[in-house]
């Protein structure tokens, strides 16, 4: 229980010290087509960075978001494996989400 507090907790202050209110990735796992959502209460300039597990950057973009983004890749070229796809916002680590492309 008590860590689950803590839990809470932590992700409360995550929330506050950001923005985004949303991130997900979908389908997942994928063949290397899918799509980013993202929702923020402001506008914002997020970059995108995916990275494998030895922590390559295979793929990078800077996106504004105002409201909310559904961005659709294709990474098919990508080798199978797990990535991490992680937003970075005011050149901080805000949320990250693992994917698999198989």
Not at 63 to 69: D, P, T
């Amino acid at each position: 229980k008590k860590l689950n507090d803590e839990l809470d907790s932590f992700k409360k202050t995550i929330e506050e010290n950001n923005s985004l209110s949303k991130f997900n990735v979908f389908p997942n796992p994928n063949n290397g087509h899918f799509n980013i959502q993202i929702q923020t209460s402001q506008s914002e300039d997020i970059n995108i960075n995916i990275s494998n597990l030895v922590g390559q950057v295979v793929y990078s973009e800077k996106v504004s978001v105002i409201n909310s983004l559904n961005k659709w890749l294709d990474l098919s070229q990508l080798e199978k494996g797990i990535y991490t796809v992680s937003l970075y916002l005011k050149g901080k680590t805000a949320q990250t989400q693992k994917i698999i492309i198989k």
